[in-house]
């Protein structure tokens, strides 16, 4: 899992084993955003084995795509499988309201660069196909948590755009005709080097604020760590949910068929 601005509260729902910061990991980045902690950690949530980065890059920050998808790499070879993304987002669809959440369903890469440019990593696609970015089986996982606590879970398309800038009134009309649903800074990036390196992806958003225009107030940051402290147990738990709902279903996958007589 990787935990972004607005579920940065998340980290209390793993129980850690071990804990290394990302200054003391070779390629990961420094972290110099309010609210992004910067560690790796492994352990637990409940039963369900867990690795959890608490932090990200940002393309806005000034580091290169390569650098802001290290970790994405790092996971991969690591032998991860699955990876859970999560943002805090500004909401575009006039149906969402700061503190609701919502499931990734595709998204619109307007960062105006795209990470797996340049030299082609050794083993993978030159070409990535992204009709099914977001895998179907892990955001239902996503639904089955949200249920679990009686959450209404919207879903739809998120935006990213490279910031550090909000976007416009006009963007935020722009972005709507566009298909999109939220719009954020991060996220897209992951995903297109997950894709790249195999990995089943889903994303949740933590809809923060209404986006540039739709709201009366000025964009803050300040307003994104407010909403994501509002909700934070509400974030936490559909994580921890989450991560039972997906340590069932891994235990179902391994565990041998009922009438299985290997043993007989
Ligand atoms: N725009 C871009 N990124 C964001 C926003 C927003 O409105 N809210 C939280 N991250």
């Known amino acids: 899992m990787i935990l ?9 729902a793993l129980k850690a084993s071990l804990e290394v910061a990302y200054e003391d990991l070779p390629g990961f980045p420094p972290m110099g955003i309010t609210g992004h902690q910067g560690k790796l950690m492994v352990g637990h949530v409940g039963t369900t084995p867990v690795l959890l980065l608490s ?25 991860i499988h699955d990876l859970l993304l999560t943002n805090a987002a500004g909401g575009i669809n006039p149906r969402f309201k700061p503190g609701d959440f919502m499931v990734v369903t595709d998204h619109i890469n307007a960062m105006g660069v795209n990470p797996l440019r340049g030299e082609v990593t050794i083993g993978t696609e030159r070409f990535v196909d992204l009709s099914h970015a977001y895998d179907g089986d892990l ?16 879903t739809g398309v998120y935006l990213a755009v490279s910031g550090p800038t909000y976007e416009t009134p006009a963007e935020t009309r722009a972005f709507g005709r566009l298909g999109a649903d939220a719009v954020g800074m991060s996220t897209v990036p992951e995903v297109i080097v997950a894709r790249q390196c195999g990995l089943r992806v889903a994303a949740v958003s933590c809809i923060t604020n209404r986006a540039a225009g739709l709201g009366g107030d000025p964009l803050s940051h300040a307003e994104v760590l407010d909403t994501a402290e509002r909700v934070k147990t509400t974030g936490t738990l559909l994580l921890k949910n989450f991560a039972h709902h997906y340590g069932q279903r891994q235990r179902c996958a391994t565990s041998p068929p009922p009438d299985d007589n290997r043993h007989t």
């Not at 000034?62 to 690591?78: C, D, K, N």
């Open 4 to 12: 972004g601005s607005g579920f940065h509260h998340a980290v209390a």
């Open 55 to 79: 932090g990200r890059a940002h393309y806005y920050e000034g580091h290169p795509m390569e650098r802001v998808t290290f970790s994405v790499r790092a996971l991969a070879a690591f032998g």
């Open 139 to 154: 955001s239902n996982l996503l639904h089955a948590a949200a249920r679990d606590c009686g959450l209404r879970l919207e």
